[in-house]
């Protein structure tokens, strides 16, 4: 049985509110259960005294029976708003690992541990719209992976935008798309579902402890790749002119003809660039880094030097926070949050992490 | 957690289930109170009706509908509906007309169709008519109000008059044009015989008999129109889509005539305020008919009430000096088109017109449209000191700084560089005023009352003229004109022929601004190039005279504000690409291959 439930209101006589009911769903009487069938292999090994050890395990799991909307299928004149259906089928695979090491030698006391994980998942089933060419399926593909025009450049002059196919208005200082099914003319039919999301494939991890005499060192390197953001600002036009450095210090002018940085906009003026949502890959950009989370040097004095000012132990130590970054990213942090989950685009209105260095001073009496 | 406390905690809950258990068996069956099962809304007289309301929600509505995608409007940042304008529209890019949502709707009224008849009995007649008859009326009524929005944008559609079952085929095909408007007439016709002459109480606002029967004048007059009686894309495969293949175009005009007719001799329906004494008189009418909540001239209405927290959002349209965003500035093309008082066409070409382009124009003129010191409303507190009397400032002024030796440059309060909000709002140099009640306040609520009309019986008595124009019958056109003229403070017309369908054309566009009627217009008289190429706006300055004195009137220029062009396929707009892989039976429009 549909369900109906209030979803507004609606005045009459003026002044006079009354509710609105709808249909909530069409109901779906064959609902059932997701099934998920989940399988790994693990090694965990101690080697040499201890000092080594390793943990490896890979898994593969299969979810069926997904739910969700099979809205790609139906056309808006059936006017339905349709309910989850069990018809996703999804692959997710991949493996972790964890290798460490520690050891002494003479004075110096150290340990090394180096972790990785590996994860993708792909569509084995989804919702296609019938007549959708392949490179737009997400069968296949990762989860929200999405689809997106293919910029090979900027139109660098008329010359330049004559000679290709483009989007009806283009002109020099534009976004060129490719011609992805070569019928000499640029439409939703050129736009190519990406290989990536939002989310790294790969996360990992390098951490290093020393420590010599006095004097300690912990250093902890972290990284991701494999995932791809982007980032706009909100507007540009006439009274609201809002780029990023990187997107205007080498744009496109006719006196600068870049081919390979477009123009200024105007919000809703462009074909690459309606409202802040770019549909190309422009302004997509792999997110892979390595960053240096976390470093610490220290030195605690000498029992036999702190005791005699009555002091139990004293360390000096200065420390840092995201000290180093190594990305392609420039005008974002590549761990920046999405703006909703899955979403590629990078919410703007948060702060990006901190770059911090402490000094200090630890006293125990 | 110990173990006393755990013990406690299950002893209590034991005691609350008997608790519940002795007082009621089925406690675990209970229907909740915002929830119903279908079988229950068919069959309560109350809930049913609540279903129909939210058809009626799903119009859509907004002050600005389709002002910015024709030549009446242009919005902030000097844009508009940029794809529109430029002709860049695609099956990519294709919203115009919102298929899906006006296709939901349809479906809901489908199904309330299939089911009203569970509706039991009962013979109290309201309004003279019984609640079942009168519901089935309003859901016939609204189908046919979507399926016209639909054929208005598209042409012929699928005609999808039962509701899809999840496991049904979907892919339908589009039906003619003159298949989709014997429809729409048709069902108008099986509208207008269910429903009551007039509401009263609270069901005003719902449809009637004059909804229906208006309706059917607005599908008659646009399916004898040009547009879809002339085949103007030789080569396309399926031209019944577009319009009329065979057949008597003059039956057609007959058939427009005589639908916008029966709304007149309803008599149910007359012109606000209908002889002003004075040209100000007639401004003052104009104005209140738009602002009024209740009018002689309703038809098909909507009620926005901020007491009750459904206010229409004003700050959309306010002047950004006054605290709103303005996002509806008349073009310059919009302004030229208002005639001068006296009735002759207004010309830039004339010194005396150009000098001071806002004086003596057409008295709607000053009811529809805030220009450079057109008085509006108090400003804030804070402002009274720069502005006490509450104009449009969009202009510049030159002054001259004698002790810098220089002009120094002060921008009004409602100009792009405003000391009030700057941000960038529409650069056409006017500001909506038609529909705004001059009382609202932004700075204590962005939201007020307002009733709109959907369908007022101005536009059925333009209807009624246009067809008779057409049928030759200028006579007959001139008078039924003429009231409209009259009511606006404007000499009668006395043209014939051709220039008085010109003289017809100018004045639907004047009159109706911003009433959702041109997008549509422009297309169906087919002068698509008329309406878009390069928009303009005004440049105010008030200039540094040669004595170093500032200008009390305003130099006003025209200024292009943004790109246009014209292209015959924006007579039709494009199906979506993904609507057109989904449904393999499809034909797109012309143009958009």
């Known amino acids: 049985m549909t369900t109906y439930g209030y979803n507004g209101t609606y005045l009459f006589n003026q002044s006079v509110i009354q509710q609105t009911l709808t249909a909530l769903r069409i109901p779906n009487a064959g609902v059932t259960w997701e099934v998920a069938n989940q399988s790994n292999i693990g090694f965990d090994a101690q080697l040499l005294d201890s000092k080594l050890s390793i943990t490896a395990d890979y898994f593969y799991n299969l979810r069926s029976n997904i739910l969700a909307y099979r809205n790609a299928s139906v056309p808006g004149s059936a006017g339905l708003t349709l309910p989850q259906e069990n018809i996703g089928k999804v692959v997710n695979k991949g493996f972790e690992f964890q290798v460490g090491y520690q050891n002494r030698a003479g004075d110096f006391n150290y340990a090394v541990s180096v972790n990785g994980a590996f994860s993708k998942n792909h569509i084995q089933f989804w919702d296609e719209t019938p007549g959708v060419p392949d490179y737009q399926k997400s069968t296949g593909n990762q989860m929200n992976a999405n689809l997106y025009y293919k910029s090979i450049g900027v139109f660098k002059d008329q010359a330049a935008v004559d000679a290709y196919p483009h989007w009806s208005g283009a002109r020099p200082g534009d976004i060129i798309f ?91 003026g462009a074909y690459w660039m309606t409202d802040g949502m770019p549909n190309n890959t422009y302004f997509v950009r792999s997110s892979d880094y390595i960053r240096l989370k976390n470093f610490e040097l220290g030195y605690s004095l000498p029992s036999t030097l702190t005791n005699r000012i009555g002091i139990q132990s004293l360390r000096v130590f200065a420390s840092g926070l995201n000290l180093l970054t190594f990305t392609k990213v420039k005008d974002f942090d590549p761990e920046s949050p999405d703006t909703a989950p899955g979403s590629i685009w990078v919410n703007s209105q948060v702060y990006p992490l901190n770059k911090t260095i402490n000094v200090g001073l630890s006293v125990t009496f | 957690m110990n173990i006393k406390k755990i013990h406690l905690i299950s002893a209590s809950v034991v005691l609350a289930m008997t608790t519940l258990n002795s007082c009621k068996k089925d406690f675990l069956d209970t229907k909740p109170t915002t929830q119903f099962a279908e079988s229950d809304v068919w069959s309560d007289p109350n809930l049913i009706q609540l279903n129909l309301n939210s058809i009626y929600n799903q119009n859509p509505w907004n002050f600005y509908m389709t002002s910015i995608s024709v030549d009446e409007a242009r919005c902030y940042d000097g844009g508009a509906d940029f794809n529109m304008s430029n002709m860049l529209l695609s099956p990519d890019n294709a919203g115009w007309g919102d298929w899906n949502g006006k296709y939901r709707a349809i479906r809901d009224c489908n199904v309330f169709l299939e089911n009203i008849d569970k509706l039991p009995n009962d013979a109290t007649l309201t309004d003279g008519v019984t609640l079942k008859n009168r519901l089935k009326g ?76 208006a309706l059917k004048s607005r599908a008659l007059l646009y399916a004898a129109s040009e547009l879809h009686n002339t085949n103007k894309f030789a080569g396309f495969s399926n031209p019944e889509v577009l319009g009329y293949v065979g057949g008597d175009k003059m039956l057609r005009w007959q058939a427009a005539k005589d639908a916008a007719k029966a709304v007149i001799d309803l008599g149910v329906y007359s012109l606000y305020q209908p002889s002003p004494a004075t040209p100000e008189q007639a401004t003052q009418n104009y104005e209140d008919l738009f602002t009024s909540k209740e009018s002689t001239e309703d038809i098909f209405i909507r009620y926005f009430n901020v007491a009750a927290n459904l206010g229409a959002d004003f700050w959309t349209v306010f002047p950004n000096g006054f605290g709103g965003i303005e996002y509806n500035g008349a073009t310059s093309e919009t302004v030229d088109a208002y005639e001068m008082a006296d009735g002759t066409a207004f010309s830039r070409n004339n010194p005396a017109q150009n000098k001071e382009p806002y004086k003596n124009r057409d008295p709607r003129l000053y009811a529809t449209i805030l220009y450079e010191g057109a008085k509006f409303r108090p400003r804030a507190s804070n402002l009274l000191g720069t502005d006490p009397v509450g104009v449009l400032q969009v202009g510049t002024w030159e002054k001259w700084d004698a002790g810098a030796g220089k002009i120094t440059y002060v921008y009004g309060l409602d100009s792009r ?177």
């Open chain 2, 138 to 213: 309003e859901a016939i009524f609204l189908r046919a109000w979507y399926y016209q929005m639909l054929v208005s944008y598209f042409g012929g559609v699928p005609l999808v008059t039962t509701s899809y079952k999840l496991t049904d085929d979907f892919a339908a095909p589009r039906n003619s044009y003159e298949e989709c408007v014997k429809f729409i007439s048709d069902q108008c016709d099986e509208a207008a015989a269910l429903l009551p002459l007039q509401n009263s109480g609270d069901a005003k606002g719902r449809a009637t008999k004059g909804a229906a029967l």
């Open chain 1, 178 to 268: 490719e011609d992805v099914n070569k019928d000499g003319q640029i439409n939703g039919l050129d736009m190519v579902r990406s290989k990536k999301t939002s989310i790294p494939t790969f996360t990992g991890g390098f951490t290093f402890n020393l420590q010599y005499k006095s004097f300690d060192l912990s250093v902890l390197f972290q990284g991701a790749a494999g995932a791809e953001r982007a980032y706009t600002t909100f507007s540009g036009g006439p009274g609201v002119g809002n780029f990023m450095y990187n997107m205007v210090k080498d744009r496109w002018t006719p006196e600068n003809p870049s081919s390979t940085n477009p123009r200024v906009w105007e919000r809703g």
């Open chain 2, 417 to 593: 560089n405003s000391a009030v909000y700057g941000g960038g709002y529409n650069n056409t140099g006017t500001s909506m005023l038609k529909f705004i009640n001059r009382k609202t306040d932004m700075y204590v609520n962005h939201q007020d009352d307002l009733t709109w009309r959907f369908i007022g019986y101005t536009e059925v008595i333009l209807n009624y003229a246009e067809a008779c124009i057409e049928l030759g019958q200028d006579a007959e056109a001139r008078t039924y004109l003429n009231m409209i003229r009259k009511r606006a403070g404007m000499p009668n017309f006395t043209e014939s022929g051709a220039a008085l369908k010109l003289k017809y054309q100018n004045e639907r566009r004047v009159e109706m601004l911003f009433e959702n009627q041109r997008f549509f217009d422009v297309r169906r008289w087919m002068i698509g190039a008329d309406a878009y190429h390069p928009m303009h706006g005004v440049d105010v300055v008030y200039k540094l005279n040669p004595d170093k004195t500032t200008a009390t009137i305003p130099t006003v220029t025209p200024v292009q504000i943004t790109t246009g062009s014209w292209n015959d396929k924006a007579y039709f707009m494009p199906i979506a690409r993904s609507e057109m892989n989904k449904n393999a039976k499809l034909v797109q429009n012309p143009g958009y291959n």
